[in-house]
């Protein structure tokens, strides 16, 4: 976390790692309006600076960029609210939704 502090740090107002910049008294923070991590990605790309973003995001990354994994590790954790009595449409979600994270599991881990 040390040597990824020596640069500018790029995190999107909504990022919900901002309290970063609490536990480490971040200096060197960029803010970016940007509400994607794609845009996020492209600033990444044109060397500005580095970024924090979930795995999920880095799968189809660039040829010029490198993803590096956080010791000490960040992890978060991700939930689906539905009613008590789905309709058909919602399950077929929840089912993709739980294909698409064993998909992500496979590709990263």
Partial sequence: MEQLLEYPLLLADLNELQFLTERYQ????LRVDATDD???LSIVEQEVGVTV???SSLV???DKLRAVPLYP???RMLG?????HPIKRVMDLIKFVKQRIQVMQRLLF
């Avoid at 689906?80 to 008590?84: D, E, K, L, N, T």
Wanted: hydrophobic residues 35%; glycine residues 0%; without cysteine.
């Fill in 38 to 40: 794609t845009s996020i």
């Fill in 80 to 84: 689906v609210a539905y009613p008590s």
């Fill in 60 to 62: 189809n990354l660039s």
């Fill in 53 to 55: 973003l979930p795995r």
């Fill in 26 to 29: 971040l200096r060197n923070r």
């Fill in 73 to 75: 590790e960040i992890r």
